[in-house]
DNA sequence: ATTATGTAGTTAAGCGTTTTCCTATTTCCT
DNA sequence: AGGAAATAGGAAAACGCTTAACTACATAAT
């Protein structure tokens, strides 16, 4: 593989100059820099990412910590669409993005009980980093801090890392789907979380139910609200649980897509007709939301959205450190289909 | 961040001394060690990638190569899978993903199309790399094999790069399906393919379902065979041209699931009952596959075992660059359920 | 006693860039 | 015409690491 002393010496030019012309310093000449172009060509060279990266210079690569289950995470579309979105953002930089999963810490160095993406970032790699903040109280975004990695966290951060966050606004998104149902005339409004304390988002879209809830002078049932793990699946077998109950609920408010539409699968085969005998609204509205029957009521996020806005806020961070903000909350909007309906009676 | 001089100084060793324990090289008396370890822990030293990638050594990286669309990669859940299967190897040999697209920014540029992946890991900074076979004549994989990068590719190879590639047996696969399906009884059967020449699979399906009908003395009908862009909508466009047709085929393969629950729609929509009036079959076997009514009749290959195998084969590769093989070609198998059934008349 | 052998650790030469001085020309004012 | 300023290009240090080559010493073999 051709380096720049291969280009310097075909352009009979220096090393430096190469470099020069490379990061359009001024004070080239147009006849040097055309043939030092020329040799460029000519030798397919591509600088080497790793010198760059010792000068001190940019690597061009920013790291993805997903702190997730690995299974869990290439499975859920809405992440996905997250990632798409900051893939958008820094592939249109020319940047690259690391993918780093969550798994055991390397060999190289037993010592550090670091996790991979820790040593990773620290190594100097990346210019910067984003996190999915999920876990409350999320060791990755604060220990980037520490070591002076710009990062941006999509979700919530937990109580060390507040700055440089972005998320929907889950509160307002359920409340507002919440107080929906109530004014279709529901009453018993069952709720399929994910897994307790898992997510921050949860805690808020809770708040937001029970919030919704308080305003028609009614206190949330602890039986009513069930606990799934976001698959289609759990959202089934919750959705057993809470039909199950003596006063079964009118509604079923699960808090992703996905469960709300194996609560709708459970109930469908219970023989109960949605939406005349079961309402159920889910949260994220991906696009299978509006292909199954009946299409789902859902709140919508935009899942591209928030992870194109967190990379381009990274950009920001990198180019001016100092330019650090408190938290981007996008708006959420209640999308309104055919799974819910008032209650019979 | 501290540098290995600050651990030699702290340890009162050369800094030799310290990569020598670092890397487990012999002759390092007990007490020496141990003295380094310590500076090491104190210091929280973590060695700089880029400097070791300079000096030839490993980066511990690994670049995924995807040379589609963002936005189709990350909604194909089949495709996921594969990423799931290659990230579930990556991580546990203590390595990383570099996740590398087709930059928009890059495409829009002719001059150097594909350099987005090319420039990167030309650049020094991957070890070897995944690429996803999918263009005919790919010239990612064959660019990276003059590069004397390691590379695994996931799906067919074109013409210029033959060896290092593991897919599924997708002419095996598709014969044996249309072969159960002219069992069954049919003999008009329509098929939803992948775009024209967009993908080898898609050929070698073709093939498989032109055997099959050859075995009953059929010729296989241009007017059967429609294009979708592997989307659910396009699968329901499709499945209305099929059924446009006068002599109507009495079942549909569509060459991926979701295309043929898009074509199950339509026939539903169209009033069709599935599998009575028409059979509707997939490939790949997705989730969402057994999930719908009826459950899809599909083939399946398993998306994880294929992105793990390959990136298995890529350490190898690594490890040893001789050990090169031909292809890996996994079993696929044909999964019966409820939308295929004999025809009726 | 003398030489080989094994062990422990150091020196220094890269790896391929960027970047900070430098030097040498031009060009431009006055 | 003479010098300041702008322009053009080069030399060399630095970035942090690995590793080959080397020194020094202790021990074993002859």
Redesign the pocket.
């Known amino acids: 593989?051709?380096?720049?002393?291969d280009?310097?010496k075909q352009a009979?030019?220096?090393?430096?100059?190469?470099?020069?012309v490379?990061?359009n310093?001024?004070?080239?000449?147009?006849?040097?820099?055309e043939r030092v172009l020329q040799a460029v060509r000519a030798l397919d060279?591509?600088?080497?990412l790793?010198?760059?990266a010792?000068?001190?210079?940019r690597t061009y690569i920013v790291g993805l910590v997903i702190p997730y289950d690995p299974t869990y995470l290439f499975s859920d579309p809405f992440l996905m669409e997250e990632i798409r979105g900051v893939d958008d953002a820094v592939t249109s930089h020319d940047y690259n993005l690391l993918l780093s999963t969550a798994s055991r810490s390397l060999a190289v160095n037993q010592t550090n009980q670091q996790s991979a993406y820790a040593r990773l970032l620290r190594t100097?790699y990346a210019d910067g980093a984003i996190t999915f903040e999920t876990f409350e109280g999320d060791a990755p975004a604060h220990q980037l801090e520490t070591a002076g990695l710009p990062r941006v966290s999509v979700g919530y951060a937990g109580q060390q890392a507040v700055a440089n966050v972005v998320h929907s606004d889950d509160y307002a998104g359920s409340l507002e789907l919440v107080r929906y149902l109530l004014q279709l005339g529901h009453r018993r409004i069952g709720v399929i979380s994910g897994p307790a304390n898992f997510m921050q988002a949860m805690n808020e879209r809770l708040r937001g139910y029970q919030h919704a809830l308080a305003a028609y002078q009614l206190e949330s049932d602890p039986q009513l609200v069930a606990y799934g793990d976001f698959t289609s699946e759990s959202g089934y077998v919750a959705a057993g649980q809470l039909l199950a109950l003596q006063y079964r609920p009118t509604a079923i408010f699960a808090m992703n897509d996905r469960m709300a539409i194996g609560a709708m699968r459970r109930a469908q085969e219970m023989g109960l007709q949605i939406p005349t005998d079961l309402s159920v609204a889910g949260f994220d509205d991906v696009p299978l939301s509006v292909a199954i029957d009946p299409p789902l009521t859902t709140v919508r996020q935009n899942a591209f959205v928030m992870g194109h806005t967190a990379a381009t806020l990274l950009f920001n961070l990198i180019e001016n450190p100092t330019k650090t903000f408190d938290s981007v909350v996008l708006p959420t909007e209640l999308i309104i289909r055919g799974s819910t309906a008032p209650p019979v009676g």
Chains 1, 2 share one sequence.
């Open positions: 593989m051709a380096n720049i002393y280009v310097a009979n030019v220096s090393i430096a100059t190469v470099s020069k490379l990061s310093t001024p004070y080239v000449s147009v006849p040097t820099r060279y591509t600088p080497s790793a010198a760059r010792l000068t001190g210079n100097g």
